[in-house]
T-cell receptor, first 113, second 114 residues
Framework: DADVTQTPRNRITKTGKRIMLECSQTKGHDRMYWYRQDPGLGLRLIYY???????NKGEISDGYSVSRQAQAKFSLSLESAIPNQTALYFCATSDPGPTDTQYFGPGTRLTVL | DQQVKQNSPSLSVQEGRISILNCDYTNSMFDYFLWYKKYPAEGPTFLISISSIKDKNEDGRFTVFLNKSAKHLSLHIVPSQPGDSAVYFC?????????????FGQGTTLQVKP
């Protein structure tokens, strides 16, 4: 079984709709992250969380919100989706330690029409 | 402002030859660097990393070189295999900030031809 899972894997929605992307992990890590990948731009950090009570904005948080329901669950919401939020979204986890290695889920492909 | 840059969007090499992927960074506060590999329809997977106190780290066919004065790192794959065909991302972090945040480059698509 995968250590980091994301649901849904693919989603097509319309402008103005509310969308939630979910991430679960069994690695027991405290830190969780949401990224989006766009062609030519690499991965950009949207939000990150160190524990249930600690949520931080990344470099591109506008238009997004998150919820850390438990250590193992971290959800990303688009309150009112717009076409330029069409992208690949990745969740990742890590633990503080000698390295900053992050472990990624398989991604969600979101299309906003 | 792209703090981590991979200026080559793509690279094509012959099986058995060396693949060299390059990455430049601008922030001298970065002290840890990682390479990730990504296959289609999968998430990035960690490949190899290097601390700023080193200039080389090797793991099997993969070697990462760091030139701090030039703010440049490179990933060498020797010998290249068709299964190495993927998108490669370099990433940098400031471990001293204790945020675990990674700044990624744009990625380089490597194609290894049989």
């Amino acid at each position: 079984d995968a250590d980091v899972t994301q649901t849904p894997r693919n989603r097509i929605t319309k402008t103005g709709k509310r969308i939630m992307l979910e991430c679960s992990q069994t690695k027991g890590h405290d830190r969780m992250y949401w990224y989006r990948q766009d062609p030519g731009l690499g991965l950009r950090l949207i939000y990150y969380s160190f524990d249930v009570k600690d949520i931080n904005k990344g470099e591109i948080s506008d238009g997004y919100s998150v919820s850390r329901q438990a250590q193992a669950k971290f959800s990303l919401s688009l309150e009112s989706a717009i076409p330029n939020q069409t992208a690949l979204y990745f969740c990742a986890t890590s633990d503080p330690g000698p390295t900053d290695t992050q472990y990624f889920g398989p991604g969600t492909r979101l299309t906003v029409l | 402002d792209q703090q981590v840059k991979q200026n080559s969007p793509s690279l094509s090499v012959q099986e058995g030859r060396i693949s060299i992927l390059n990455c430049d960074y601008t922030n001298s506060m970065f002290d840890y660097f990682l390479w990730y590999k990504k296959y289609p329809a999968e998430g990035p997977t960690f490949l190899i990393s290097i601390s700023s106190i080193k200039d080389k780290n090797e793991d099997g066919r993969f070697t990462v070189f760091l030139n701090k004065s030039a703010k440049h790192l490179s990933l060498h794959i020797v010998p290249s295999q068709p299964g190495d065909s993927a998108v490669y991302f370099c990433a940098a972090s400031r471990r001293s900030s204790n945020t675990g945040k990674l700044i990624f480059g744009q990625g380089t698509t490597l194609q290894v031809k049989p």
